[in-house]
């Protein structure tokens, strides 16, 4: 299995542009879940789908981000318009419902963004 | 509070044993958990630990969890250059849907 697959890995946009994150998770995973991890604040969790539904997004921090799962096997983060304070690592993780409980979180490389 | 707590950083001698702490806040958590980042990548499960246990081991590494307390930690015995890495502890909080809070993250550096 090829694991959680995030696109792109790096990306420098400039301050006003619109920033779209890509997630393939693990065929057959029923949760995805989308992180961001800043040295000041750690590792947030912004929103969280189950088959598809968003179930959680409290964590997302204001309108210009939202988060779309179309289907089981892609889900994007978008960050419209983008400010330099939005510059993180933004981590898509996947899940069984059947193994959350023991913590099997699988993780993709993640995607850093830089917002100048 | 909310805060998963964690030191920032610790330093140890290759061969030494490492112990990082945590101090979670969901008495209630079910499970707890240790996830390791090494560099450039993402989070990696490490171990586990249920919460009606006090201890587990798993080769190299001993989970200590200190239920009155909420205090978790992870001893890593003859640590190695390659166990250099940050070390995340993470509880599960029964109240909202089993959603995972991590701490801030410790960055364990090995000095060979």
């Known amino acids: 299995d090829a694991g959680v697959i995030q696109s792109p890995r790096h990306e420098v946009t400039e301050m006003g542009q619109e920033v779209t994150l890509r997630c393939k998770p693990i065929?057959?995973?029923?949760?995805l879940f989308w992180y961001r991890q800043t040295m000041m604040r750690g590792l947030e969790l912004l929103i969280y789908f189950n088959n598809n539904v968003p179930i959680d997004d409290s964590g997302m921090p204001e309108d210009r981000f939202s988060a779309k799962m179309p289907n089981a096997s892609f889900s994007t983060l978008k960050i419209q318009p983008s400010e330099p304070r939005d510059s993180a690592v933004y981590f898509c993780?996947?899940?069984?419902?059947?193994?959350?409980?023991?913590?099997?979180?699988?993780f993709g490389e993640g995607s850093r963004l830089t917002v100048l | 509070g909310e805060d998963v707590e964690q030191s920032l950083f610790l330093s140890v001698r290759e061969g030494d044993s490492s112990v990082i702490n945590c101090t979670y806040t969901d008495s209630s958590s079910t499970y707890l958990y240790w996830y390791k980042q090494e560099p450039g990548a993402g989070l990696q499960l490490l171990t586990y630990i249920f919460s009606n246990m006090d201890m587990k081991q798993d080769q190299r590494l001993t989970v200590l969890l200190n239920k009155k307390d909420k205090h978790l930690s992870l001893r890593i015995a003859d640590t190695q250059t390659g166990d250099s890495a940050i070390y995340f502890c993470a509880e599960s909080r029964v109240n909202t849907g089993n959603q995972f809070y991590f701490g801030t993250g410790t960055s364990l550096t090995v000095i060979p």
């Open positions: 065929s057959g995973h029923d949760y």
């Open positions: 993780a996947s899940s069984l419902a059947g193994t959350l409980d023991t913590g099997e979180l699988f």
